[in-house]
């Protein structure tokens, strides 16, 4: 199993990880940080949380051969408040999110995320879910397409491709990748298409909606920067603006001093900061780590800690 662990060394460095502390990677994947993140605590504990069986299985042999002080969860990260809870564990010293896909998912034809090769519709990371990308090409209105491709994708021409894709399956059923290509191709035509590459976009914005990925964020973060002790740190690897800003909003609002209040020497205690960034702005992949890693391209870092 081939897996490149996006910004490892400067992510794991950033951690400021304690020998006997708790850690969570909410994010497991084929296990590239958890593997450090072990190596580190031999008197601590590690949770972590992954909606793919597929990613558990081959976590749980790698991380076996490694220590025993770890507990694997099948689980969305939105859930990692309630999934922590059942193991007793209220407070973490530092938590872990690398928001990409791992290279065995894009690289696993099976599974339907990319657009360079044919598959099923199918874009779920957890295999166990009901909804897929098949059910939302096939049955999502117009409106509805529009609205994901234009908020998930930025897409322009999002209300034409959405428009196609309706006229198309009133005579048949959408069910691989390359088909959808071939829509997208012929609703905005070849110059676009060749030049500006919206199948990209398109099928970002379908696998953030069956995934619901931007609202998981939002939630797991919220409940990870309220479970964290003080002087813990969390470590938010991102891939695209999207999630990016998500990231940042959250951060500032837990950061920032309300603009009322500015400047005043005794700030009421409900609206005192409770995490400092310890970037201002993101740190983005070394040259060394992109020569190695194409599709580290556009990762960024983004780091805090509880104050």
Same mark, same amino acid.
């Given at each position: 199993?081939v897996?490149?662990?996006?910004?490892?060394?400067?992510?794991?460095?950033?951690?400021?990880?304690?020998?006997?502390?708790?850690?969570?990677d909410?994010?497991?994947?084929?296990?590239?940080?958890?593997?450090?993140?072990?190596?580190?605590?031999?008197?601590?504990?590690?949770?972590?949380?992954?909606?793919?069986?597929?990613?558990?299985?081959?976590?749980?042999?790698?991380?076996?051969?490694?220590?025993?002080?770890?507990?694997?969860?099948?689980?969305?990260?939105?859930?990692?408040?309630?999934?922590?809870?059942?193991?007793d564990?209220?407070?973490?010293?530092?938590?872990?999110?690398?928001?990409?896909?791992?290279?065995?998912?894009?690289?696993?034809?099976?599974?339907?995320?990319?657009?360079m090769?044919?598959?099923?519709?199918?874009?779920?990371?957890?295999?166990?879910?009901?909804?897929?990308a098949?059910?939302?090409?096939?049955?999502?209105?117009?409106?509805?397409?529009?609205?994901?491709?234009?908020?998930?994708?930025?897409? =322009?021409?999002?209300? &034409?491709?959405?428009?196609? *894709?309706?006229?198309?399956?009133? !005579? +048949?059923? /959408?069910?691989?990748?390359? $088909?959808?290509v071939?829509?997208?191709?012929?609703?905005?035509?070849?110059?676009?298409f060749?030049?500006?590459?919206?199948?990209?976009?398109?099928?970002?914005?379908?696998?953030?909606?069956?995934?619901?990925?931007?609202?998981?964020?939002?939630?797991?973060?919220?409940?990870?920067?309220?479970?964290?002790?003080?002087?813990?740190?969390?470590?938010?690897?991102?891939?695209?603006?999207?999630?990016?800003?998500?990231?940042k909003?959250?951060?500032?609002k837990?950061?920032?001093?309300?603009?009322?209040?500015?400047g005043? =020497?005794?700030?009421? &205690?409900?609206?005192?900061? *409770?995490?400092?960034?310890i970037? !201002? +702005?993101? /740190?983005?992949?070394?040259? $060394?780590?992109?020569?190695?890693n194409?599709?580290?391209?556009?990762?960024?870092?983004?780091?805090?800690?509880?104050?």
């Amino acid at each position: 199993m081939v897996h490149y662990s996006v910004m490892k060394e400067i992510a794991i460095e950033n951690l400021n990880i304690k020998d006997d502390g708790v850690y969570v990677d909410a994010t497991l994947g084929y296990a590239g940080h958890s593997t450090e993140i072990l190596k580190r605590i031999k008197k601590g504990f590690l949770f972590a949380l992954d909606a793919d069986t597929q990613a558990l299985e081959y976590s749980h042999q790698k991380l076996s051969s490694i220590a025993s002080n770890f507990c694997l969860i099948h689980a969305n990260f939105k859930d990692l408040k309630m999934e922590l809870n059942k193991y007793d564990c209220k407070e973490v010293d530092g938590f872990l999110f690398d928001l990409g896909l791992s290279s065995p998912e894009i690289d696993d034809k099976t599974r339907g995320f990319s657009f360079m090769s044919d598959a099923r519709l199918d874009m779920r990371m957890d295999q166990t879910q009901k909804l897929d990308a098949e059910y939302v090409v096939n049955n999502y209105t117009v409106f509805d397409l529009t609205n994901i491709f234009y908020k998930y994708g930025e897409e =322009p021409k999002s209300k &034409l491709i959405a428009s196609k *894709i309706e006229e198309y399956r009133k !005579k +048949k059923k /959408i069910e691989t990748t390359l $088909e959808l290509v071939e829509i997208i191709k012929a609703s905005v035509g070849a110059n676009y298409f060749y030049k500006k590459h919206p199948e990209r976009e398109i099928f970002q914005a379908i696998r953030i909606e069956v995934n619901k990925e931007l609202e998981a964020i939002e939630q797991a973060l919220e409940d990870a920067i309220k479970m964290l002790k003080v002087g813990g740190r969390i470590c938010v690897i991102t891939f695209h603006s999207l999630e990016d800003r998500v990231v940042k909003n959250i951060f500032k609002k837990y950061s920032d001093v309300p603009e009322i209040f500015k400047g005043m =020497p005794d700030i009421p &205690l409900e609206y005192k900061p *409770i995490i400092k960034l310890i970037n !201002k +702005k993101p /740190i983005t992949p070394s040259v $060394e780590e992109l020569k190695e890693n194409s599709r580290s391209k556009s990762a960024k870092l983004r780091v805090i800690e509880r104050i």
